[in-house]
């Protein structure tokens, strides 16, 4: 689901826009690109989602405008921006919609001073002339102004407003095309406004000819080299990666004693006190109170004195971005995770990477995501248009080396029962959102090991309204409009819950991901952000305040949030009929402590909290063997936190030391490898 994605990558590559405090624009009434405009096509490895243009307007004003349909969520948008004496914006209107409704943003200079105004700030500050207002949100075409104009910037590099800046380096040439359409492109990498490097690809003359990421702006003549395109950029971007593995990703060659620590038993979901665990090479070779074991003369000692230790942290969902995500990943104690629904090109790639021991990243266990096709197919997966291209993607999926499929809402009931039926037959975890049409029942009995979000699982007691066309914008809606009156000890859910504990059908919530969603008005900070704040890039920390989706006409805020405390009291339900719970954030891996907090406000312990990201993802992958519990032969796969999460969870925010397959990294070397400024608070 993760759509805010989209708009923070506009924003991250410097998305120069900005838009009007005034009354929604309508979409009529939004700009109309002329004939000679210059236009680019929005797709993804699933096919087209929407397309995007730039021109110039008679008065020198450059014009953009972006429409796109993913999944159901509508962004409708465009942009004046008009260049000032000094060479930058000093008139910039954006108008339009997304799924958090209206986007409008404004910035202006007068008499010195720089005001911009958009949904989450109303700022005026002196204007020194020379930086450059980046814009909150708006069309993804808008890439072109600011991407160019960072091109020809001195050094390549620009001041931001509101703050922080952007440089430009150069990545790799890539011949693209054939025929009379050949041509050699260059990617950049614009860095410094986001934990990562975000490349763009320009022409040989400095102007922009694409974004290209999971989702790609480009021209139409050129979309079948998105592939290529990709692979270029992420085997140039892993040039960077030896570095990192010769600094961190080197196995102990010592025994390495964690003494005196407060131990997380992720088998009985508690805490025990005074213990000490050595590790030596990749495994765990003791574990038992301090007094009892005895410590190595040659081992590295780490004295965890008011300390925690625990499994490494699983994100049971989450979405892997670039191979320099696994620092960041790592910095958190996050050594596993899942990526449900991953695009198949740089999954491959990073895992042929990571094999060869070329890459540091958490060992992540991905699924292929398979959907109808359509308008509202789902991004970056393969869409199929019968049973017989159902059953051929689920064996790429195996052939491919992947452990799961993940199905999505596009999917028709005749083309998922064939589906589902070839993946058990080849041994892979089935999961995913459920099909419109479809209730939780329905494919429990044709097949499904797990349900992803907890929103599929309120579905069975919702009507056939929301249910049959929940493939869009009304899988958000109807639950946020009808949950709060759902009984859960009632039928439907009462029999469903029942089921769901005795076939021990695992539940991905993703609370964070609803809270986001259903609880915040624009200006609000995130509370999965808000420990973070200060540590981060000004350009990402702007995101933080992002507001929810706008509810539809007739529901309210409040009967949002009075859905989400109501999904919020379902995941408890299950939880404690039996039926496993993993915990997923469908984010990027900053939010998974926060989904640990919900599950605590929900009523687990913090020992069941922690269970949950650690040895109950790692059994339902099979890896339960092997990691998941601090226990004697497992993997040595740890995190030092200092503080209590027994009393307080957020405290598994306080990363001091994290080994993951038996390699000890410090974690404030991790978060400054990562571009962390410090500790989240």
């Not at 506009?10 to 838009?19: D, F």
């Not at 000692?301 to 942290?313: E, F, Q, R, Y």
Request: charged share 20%.
């Amino acid at each position: 689901m993760a759509v805010r994605r989209i708009s923070l990558v506009v924003a991250a590559a410097l998305a120069g826009v900005s838009s009007a405090a005034v009354a929604q624009t309508p979409t009529s009434q939004l700009l109309v690109p002329p004939a000679d405009a210059e236009t680019f096509l929005i797709i993804s490895q699933a096919g087209q989602h929407g397309t995007t243009a730039a021109w110039k307007l008679p008065d020198g004003t450059l014009a953009y405008r972006f429409s796109m349909n993913l999944r159901g969520q509508i962004f409708e948008q465009d942009e004046t921006l008009h260049i000032g004496p000094n060479g930058q914006p000093d008139r910039v209107v954006v108008r339009g919609i997304d799924p958090g409704g209206d986007i409008a943003e404004t910035f202006d200079i007068k008499d010195g001073k720089a005001h911009w105004k958009n949904k989450i700030e109303d700022a005026t500050v002196a204007y020194d002339g020379k930086a450059q207002y980046s814009t909150y949100g708006g069309p993804f075409s808008a890439l072109k102004y600011s991407a160019e104009s960072l091109y020809k910037a001195s050094g390549k590099t620009l001041t931001l407003l509101p703050g922080g800046s952007a440089k430009m380096v150069k990545l790799v040439d890539i011949p693209i095309g054939s025929g009379p359409t050949a041509k050699t492109v260059t990617s950049w990498t614009i860095e410094g406004v986001g934990l990562e490097p975000q490349p763009i690809v320009l022409n040989q003359d400095g102007t922009l000819f694409a974004y290209v990421g999971g989702i790609a702006m480009i021209p139409e003549a050129y979309k079948d080299d998105f592939l290529k395109i990709q692979k270029a950029q992420i085997d140039a971007l892993a040039a960077r990666n030896p570095a990192y593995m010769a600094k961190f990703g080197k196995v102990s060659p010592v025994p390495v004693a964690f003494t005196h620590v407060k131990l997380f038993d992720s088998v009985n979901a508690k805490f025990l006190p005074d213990q000490t665990v050595v590790t030596n090479g990749k495994t765990i070779a003791a574990v038992g109170p301090a007094g009892s074991i005895k410590v190595p003369a040659n081992a590295k000692v780490i004295d965890g004195t008011g300390k925690t230790l625990s499994p490494g942290i699983w994100d049971a969902h989450m979405h892997t971005g670039s191979d320099l995500q696994g620092l960041m990943l790592l910095s958190m104690g996050e050594t596993s995770a899942r990526n449900p629904g991953a695009d198949i090109q740089p999954t491959l790639l990073r895992n042929a990477r990571i094999a060869k021991g070329e890459l540091l990243y958490p060992t992540v266990y991905s699924s292929v995501l398979i959907d109808g096709k359509g308008p509202l197919a789902a991004q970056g997966g393969i869409t199929v248009s019968s049973a017989e291209e159902a059953v051929a993607a689920v064996d790429k999926a195996k052939a491919d080396g992947f452990p799961g499929v993940k199905f999505y809402t596009s999917m028709k009931p005749e083309w998922l029962w064939p589906a589902i039926k070839e993946a058990h037959k080849l041994g892979l975890h089935v999961h995913g959102h459920i099909p419109a049409t479809l209730r939780p029942k329905d494919v429990i009995a044709g097949g499904y090991d797990e349900i992803t979000h907890i929103n599929f699982v309120i579905m069975q007691a919702l009507p056939d309204s929301v249910v049959n066309i929940d493939n869009g914008i009304e899988r958000f809606n109807g639950p946020g409009k009808y949950a709060k009156d759902v009984d859960l000890g009632a039928e439907p859910m009462k029999s469903l819950i029942a089921e769901m504990a005795a076939k021990k059908i695992t539940v991905d919530p993703t609370l964070s991901t609803f809270e986001s969603l259903y609880v915040p008005e624009n200006g609000d900070l995130s509370p999965s952000y808000a420990p973070f704040v200060g540590t981060m890039p000004p350009q990402v920390e702007r995101g933080f305040r992002e507001g929810g989706f706008k509810p539809p006409a007739g529901v309210t805020r409040a009967d949002w949030r009075a859905s989400y405390a109501k999904l919020v009291a379902l995941t408890k339900a299950l939880h404690d009929a039996g039926v496993p719970i993993v915990a997923g954030t469908d984010g990027g891996g900053l939010e998974i402590i926060r989904e640990l907090e919900l599950y605590v406000q929900a009523g687990f312990t913090t020992g069941e909290a922690l269970q949950s990201a650690t040895l109950t993802p790692a059994t339902l992958v099979g890896a339960g063997k092997d990691t998941g519990s601090i226990t004697v032969g497992k993997q040595a796969d740890l995190v030092l936190v200092s503080g209590d999460p027994e009393a307080k969870i957020g405290d598994m925010r306080h990363t001091d030391w994290v080994m993951s397959d038996g390699a000890l990294m410090n974690a404030d070397e991790l978060r400054a490898a990562a571009g962390f400024s410090g500790r989240p608070k």
